[in-house]
């Protein structure tokens, strides 16, 4: 079992900066993979970056070059540094684990929410223009 905790959310003016952290408990995310979706209201949530076990990472095309995604085994964290925020970035964040063999039995698509049994309880961004 994974329990998750996310923290850091807030209001930002546009081009500011956040970084959100998503602590792990109950299970050591060296062997978990690991992402972070937003969801706004009356719209599916949507995967906005991943890293892999082995520490590669992937971003949602409209936050590449903005976002940065890492993990650190040893504190059992996960975070994301979100500069150069827009409005559109408004949502509320979630942090989603799941471990490696389950991911991959559910189909193993990163941008799939089914394929994550584990999730934090979300964290408010809003960017005000």
């Known amino acids: 079992q994974v329990q998750l905790a996310e923290s850091g959310g807030g209001s930002v003016r546009t081009g500011g900066s956040l970084r959100l952290t998503c602590t792990a408990s109950?299970?050591?995310?060296?062997?978990?993979?690991l992402a972070w979706f937003r969801q706004v209201a009356e719209k599916e949530r949507e995967e906005v970056a991943h890293?892999?076990?082995?520490?590669?990472?992937n971003y949602e095309a409209s936050v590449k070059g903005r976002f940065t995604i890492s993990k650190d085994d040893a504190t059992n964290t996960l975070s994301l540094q979100m500069d150069s925020l827009k409005p559109e970035d408004t949502a509320l964040y979630y942090c989603?684990?799941?471990?490696?063999?389950?991911?991959?039995?559910?189909?193993?698509?990163?941008?799939?929410?089914?394929?994550?049994?584990?999730w934090g309880q979300g964290t408010q961004v809003a960017v005000s223009s």
């Open positions: 989603a684990a799941e471990v490696q063999w389950a991911w991959l039995l559910r189909g193993g698509n990163w941008s799939d929410s089914s394929a994550y049994d584990y």
């Open positions: 109950g299970y050591s995310i060296d062997s978990v993979c």
């Open positions: 890293i892999s076990n082995n520490g590669s990472s």
